[in-house]
C-alpha cells in the first residue's frame, strides 16, 4: 500500500536506547546511519490520535538514495516519493517497512534508525511519515513503482516530489546533512 502526499512539518527524531527495543522491532540494524537524535514520543505509535502511521525507506547506496516513481492511474501519479507505506494494526514500524519493500520492490531489507518525523494534513486526513533508514540485501526491482532511481541526495531537489517527502529531501539535500548522517 503506498503513500499519498501531505504536508505540515518536519521533526528530527532518533532510534531507542541500546538494548531498548518495541515489540517486534529487535530486527533494526543498529549499523544503519549511526547518528542519534533525541526520539519525541512514544515508540511504534502516532503521535496524535486519528493520525495515519507511515513510514518510508531511506535505502543509501554509493552516495545515491532510492526514490520512486508513483505509476499511472495511482493518486499523484508521476510523482517521487520514498519507498514505504501504512503501518498496519500490530504491526511494528520495522515490520511494516520490510513488508512494504518486498511488495513494492520485491527486496529484503534490514532496518535502522529512525532519521525524521514529518506529519502531514491532506483534505482534512493526518498522516505521520517516519523515514527510517534501511540497508537493502538485494537488488530492488520496479513492481509496484513506475520507476525506480538511485539519486544523488544534491539532485533530489530536481524531482517533483509528493508533498509529504518534500520538507526531508529538503533536509538530506542541505549541505552536510547527507555525510553528517552516513558518516
Known amino acids: 500500500m503506498s503513500r499519498a502526499g501531505f504536508h505540515t512539518g518536519l521533526r528530527l527524531v532518533g532510534h531507542h536506547q541500546e538494548g531498548e527495543h518495541e515489540e517486534g522491532e529487535n530486527e533494526a540494524d ?12 512514544p515508540p511504534g505509535e502516532s503521535l496524535e490520535e486519528d493520525t495515519v502511521r507511515v513510514v518510508a525507506a531511506v535505502a543509501i547506496r554509493e552516495g545515491k538514495v532510492l526514490v520512486c516513481r508513483r505509476p499511472e492511474g495511482s493518486s499523484f501519479a508521476g510523482r517521487w516519493e520514498f519507498p514505504g507505506g501504512k503501518v498496519e494494526p500490530g504491526e511494528s514500524d520495522a515490520g511494516a517497512l520490510k513488508r512494504e519493500l518486498m511488495e513494492e520492490l520485491a527486496v529484503r531489507a534490514g532496518v535502522g534508525r529512525e532519521l525524521a518525523v514529518h506529519t502531514h494534513d491532506y483534505d482534512g486526513r493526518k498522516v505521520e511519515i517516519h523515514f527510517l533508514a534501511v ?17 544523488v541526495p544534491g539532485e533530489l531537489s530536481r524531482l517533483p516530489f509528493l508533498d509529504g517527502d518534500a520538507l526531508f529531501v529538503k533536509k538530506l539535500s542541505s549541505p552536510g546533512r547527507f555525510e553528517e548522517w552516513t558518516s
Do not use: Q, S
Not at 549499523?31 to 514520543?41: D, E, K, T, Y
Not at 540485501?137 to 538511485?150: C, D, G, K, M, S
Open 30 to 41: 543498529p549499523h544503519i546511519l549511526l547518528h542519534h537524535i533525541p526520539r519525541i514520543g
Open 135 to 151: 540497508r537493502l540485501e538485494e537488488e530492488p526491482a520496479a513492481v509496484e513503482a513506475a520507476e525506480i532511481r538511485w539519486v
